[in-house]
């Protein structure tokens, strides 16, 4: 889907760009995306770029455009993992600037009329506007964070009891997570660094909202190292408790396997084919029985006794 704003923020909508104005596409289609290269003259080979899942934070500058990419965070993939990141790139020329991003995202949301609505005034200045995004990237993967440490504690609550390792994979996903987390997070630092130090764009950045993104993007960046280091140990411990409750249980069948050989050991010597007494009488049955419970009762006893069971 595209959309084209009169300006930065999307406060006013048009159909047709302008000098100035913004193109905002998620997902395109190959229709969309031959629009991108055809009409708006952005080269295959940059589209291509930003739509590479893999594809990594940088900065390129050239007389004509100047190309950004940071990673932002996304929930919900098919492989099972809650978040992923993917590469938003940003096309800046002197006629317009696209944003252009492979998945549905949070920092430019394409059902909504505007990602910038809470600003009191319109965003002309296409750096700020960028670093912008920084912040706005910055404070999702934060917000993304807490609903892994959420997760996480669920998870660990599960884990106490579990003879399964269904609650280790979960566990395994969201360390996953913190990896691309913490990977995308370094190479949108390394940007901010690079935007921080570049001639070209220097005088134009706000200085304060440069700082901001800059802090906020570090805290990310800290938070997510602690939670991965948290989630390593919890790995390593819980795998630990699993195989401890599997001895449990195992300890608890075998207990239950001794205490029930004992009746069939009595009813073995009882049941043998040679004479012992008890062919003729009448309580020989029931005697045998109730020394069976008598012998099972007193091996319960002394396991509880020795604190097996």
């Given at each position: 889907m595209i959309k084209i704003f009169k300006?930065?923020?999307?406060?006013?909508k048009i159909s047709e760009p302008e000098k100035g104005c913004w193109i905002n596409a998620i997902s395109p289609t190959d229709s969309?995306?031959?629009?991108?290269?055809?009409?708006?003259?952005v080269p295959d080979d940059i589209i291509?770029?930003?739509?590479?899942?893999?594809?990594?934070?940088?900065?390129?500058?050239?007389?004509?455009?100047?190309?950004?990419?940071?990673?932002v965070p996304v929930p919900g993939f098919s492989n099972g993992m809650p978040f992923q990141t993917v590469p938003l790139g940003i096309f800046m020329s002197?006629?317009?600037?696209?944003?252009?991003c492979l998945n549905e995202n949070e920092i430019l949301p394409i059902g909504k009329p505007s990602p910038f609505r809470e600003q009191y005034s319109e965003i002309t200045d296409g750096i700020n506007f960028i670093l912008r995004l920084f912040l706005r990237s910055a404070s999702t993967y934060l917000r993304y964070l807490k609903q892994i440490s959420q997760m996480t504690a669920f998870i660990e609550q599960d884990l106490e009891k579990s003879i399964k390792n269904k609650e280790l994979n979960k566990l395994l996903k969201l360390e996953k997570c913190m990896v691309f987390f913490i990977t995308s997070l370094k190479?949108?630092?390394?940007?901010?660094?690079?935007?921080?130090?570049?001639?070209?764009?220097?005088n134009e950045i706000n200085e304060d909202l440069l700082e901001d993104a800059a802090?906020?993007?570090?805290?990310?960046?800290?938070?997510?190292?602690?939670?991965?280091?948290?989630?390593?140990?919890?790995?390593?411990?819980?795998?630990?408790?699993?195989?401890?409750n599997l001895n449990v249980v195992m300890k608890?069948?075998?207990?239950?396997?001794?205490?029930?050989?004992?009746?069939?050991?009595?009813?073995?010597?009882?049941?043998?084919?040679?004479?012992?007494?008890?062919?003729?009488?009448?309580?020989?049955?029931?005697?045998?029985?109730?020394?069976?419970?008598?012998?099972?009762?007193?091996?319960?006893?002394?396991?509880k006794r020795q604190q097996w069971l």
């Open positions: 300006t930065f923020g999307g406060y006013s969309e995306i031959e629009r991108l290269t055809n009409d708006f003259g291509s770029d930003i739509l590479d899942i893999d594809e990594r934070p940088r900065v390129e500058f050239e007389d004509d455009w100047t190309l950004i990419i940071l990673r002197h006629d317009f600037t696209l944003t252009l190479g949108n630092e390394m940007v901010l660094a690079k935007l921080r130090n570049s001639r070209r764009i220097n802090i906020e993007n570090q805290q990310a960046l800290e938070t997510a190292q602690i939670y991965a280091d948290i989630q390593s140990g919890m790995m390593d411990t819980f795998a630990s408790v699993i195989s401890n608890q069948l075998t207990l239950i396997s001794i205490i029930l050989m004992i009746p069939t050991l009595v009813a073995s010597f009882i049941g043998m084919n040679v004479p012992n007494g008890l062919e003729n009488s009448g309580w020989a049955m029931p005697g045998i029985i109730l020394g069976s419970l008598i012998l099972s009762i007193i091996g319960v006893l002394l396991f």
